[in-house]
């Protein structure tokens, strides 16, 4: 097949099919785009021609007017949908009768009409074909460096130079790229790990202020564009739920809906997913139930040491964690001396390995961890090397000690000793070994922190602001040696209450705000000394340590200050009892 060019208007009659350049305007005539369009008229004084294209697009004309030099004939691909000129019929052209072109001749094809039996023979003018359907000669386009034009290389290394600097910009994370931000070499490195894990359960537990917010909404992101139909639930505390939206919305460009009612999340089942806070997860059974209803593809707990300390909203987003296939825990960074809130927060990221009745296993896992850690790099090192199955066993012989009632742990190093005289064999099982106690014994191995002592970067220097302190009045000094008092001695009479740290957290901020807000205060507790409630007014304390809404906020405070009153006798300052 060769496409003929231009031979004179002898050789073009109205209703042929022409190649036409799109960007006609051009003065160097090198084309970039072509479109396949009928001749509709000649004009042989201008040497100009009008072509038509079918099919409507959008930024393209429908008509335009040409020159003569700019046109090919071309012919139209095959398996093309057609229809019929004379009478709009449907119709397939097949392929073409002819490879050649004859001047001033139409070019035919064999095409199947819908609907009627046997194929025809139609010529190119009583066609009706998409402008996208041109099928020119390839050599052609070669020869006239349409596919690699040289006045193209300098605006094209433009562009490649742009995009390597973008993508080395992004740490190579196509998700960053179009994202209103620029990552630290930490983030990048906590991204990239946990977008490389085919298990997508961590703990993001950076200090505070080093991105783990940032770090999760790159993760989503990166998710995804793998999965498009990953919907994700995100669960933080009421104070962060409007941050988490408007993050995503002004740096990723992705809209999850704030829900606060059970109707919210049926409204919200086509949105990529959805933002929630803890406190209504906790409080609210109907808004719980349809939660656990729906399908998600990925969890983000936002400051789960909270979580942690709220029996109800643990228990929920325990459940949550165990039905969802991807997990990212964002907590401060946990620290092993509380060893029950972190045995807590892993079972969160790996109910199935974890579980917080079994306190005394984690603490003795704790107490071997050095030496397993130590034993383990050993062993990998082993594996780096030329591999000796009898080095590998020996070395293993302590873990198999430490460890001795894990049975599976046991057959994997009986089959090693089995397959010695296999290198292979043993090699592979080695192996999977180590991967075994890594994702089993290695209590950090889905704990990713970060610390700004290790952190060779400069970040936001923290300092505290004094310029607004004073020295109180006399009489603002007197108040609050009586409130600390009175405070103090209240600790220490409640202290197993669950709700105490509360009460006197509240009494110091209100202190520490205005004058105002500390009378509030004083005024709720004397009006509640004077007409308490009925012991079956009173909330449920686990569910008062939650915080609310703003609007929601005012009337906790108030229960939290009007609570314990079934309890001894008020404290009275100044007396022992």
């Not at 609907?115 to 390839?138: F, I, T």
């Not at 537990?205 to 919907?231: H, N, Q, S």
Request: aromatic fraction near 8%; charged fraction near 25%; hydrophobic fraction near 40%.
């Amino acid at each position: 097949m060769e496409a003929n060019s231009y031979e004179g208007t002898v050789s073009l009659i109205p209703g042929m099919y022409v190649r036409v350049p799109l960007d006609i305007e051009r003065t160097d005539n090198n084309f970039r785009e072509y479109r396949i369009g009928q001749l509709y008229s000649l004009d042989e004084v201008a040497n100009t021609a009008t072509i038509r294209f079918h099919g409507h697009v959008d930024d393209e004309q429908d008509e335009i007017e040409c020159p003569l030099d700019y046109l090919d004939r071309c012919f139209i691909l095959p398996d093309t949908t057609c229809e019929l000129a004379h009478n709009g019929q449907q119709g397939r052209i097949l392929y073409r009768c002819s490879d050649d072109f004859l001047p001033g001749r139409f070019a035919e094809y064999f095409v199947q009409i819908a609907d009627v039996a046997g194929v025809v023979r139609l010529r190119e003018s009583d066609l009706l074909v998409q402008r996208n359907r041109q099928d020119y000669d390839p050599q052609a386009q070669l020869l006239r460096y349409e596919f690699q034009q040289p006045v193209w290389k300098f605006p094209r290394d433009r562009l490649i130079e742009a995009y390597s600097e973008l993508h080395n910009a992004t740490f190579g994370l196509e998700e960053l790229v179009g994202a209103r931000l620029m990552l630290f070499a930490h983030q990048a490195e906590v991204i990239a790990r946990v977008l490389a894990d085919t298990i997508c359960r961590y703990i993001l537990a950076d200090e505070v202020g080093l991105g783990k917010t940032i770090e999760a909404c790159v993760i989503l992101k990166g998710l995804r564009r793998r999965y498009p139909r990953l919907r994700v639930l995100i669960i933080a505390p009421t104070t962060l739920v409007h941050q988490w939206h408007n993050e995503m919305n002004s740096k990723f460009w992705i809209d999850l809906p704030l829900i606060h009612t059970d109707n919210d999340v049926v409204k919200a089942s086509d949105a990529p997913g959805c933002i929630l806070c803890a406190e209504d997860i906790a409080t609210d059974d109907a808004l719980w139930l349809e939660v656990r209803k729906q399908q998600w593809g990925l969890l983000i707990v936002d400051e789960a040491h909270h979580v942690v300390k709220q029996p109800l909203l643990y228990q929920r987003v325990h459940y949550l964690s165990s039905e969802i296939a991807r997990v990212l825990i964002l907590s401060a960074t946990p620290i092993q001396r509380y060893k029950q809130e972190y045995l807590s927060l892993l079972a969160l990221v790996n109910p199935e390995r974890y579980q917080r009745e079994n306190f005394a296993d984690f603490a003795h896992l704790l107490e071997i961890q050095q030496k397993l850690l130590k034993r383990i790099a050993i062993l990998t090192d082993i594996l780096k090397h030329e591999f000796n199955p009898e080095d590998f066993l020996d070395e293993l012989e302590p873990i198999l000690k430490l460890l001795k009632g894990d049975q599976e742990l046991f057959l994997l190093s009986q089959e090693i000793e089995k397959q010695a005289h296999q290198q292979n064999g043993s090699l592979e099982t080695a192996r999977a070994l180590l991967a075994y106690l890594g994702e089993n014994y290695q209590i950090e191995r889905r704990v990713i922190r970060n610390r700004r002592a290790h952190l060779n970067i400069a970040l936001p220097v923290r300092k505290l602001d004094s310029s607004f302190s004073y020295t109180p009045g006399t009489i603002e000094a007197e108040t609050l040696d009586i409130l600390y008092e009175y405070l103090e001695r209240y600790a220490r009479l409640f202290a197993n209450h669950p709700l105490t740290a509360e009460y006197v957290r509240i009494w110091m901020h209100a202190s520490a705000s205005s004058p105002r807000a500390l009378l509030d205060i004083v005024e709720t507790r004397l009006a509640y000394l004077v007409t308490p409630e009925t012991p079956s007014e009173h909330e449920d304390p686990q569910r008062l340590l939650v915080s609310g809404t703003p609007r929601q906020e005012y009337d906790r405070i108030k229960k939290v200050v009007k609570s314990q009153l079934e309890w001894p006798p008020p404290i009275t300052i100044g007396s022992d009892s």
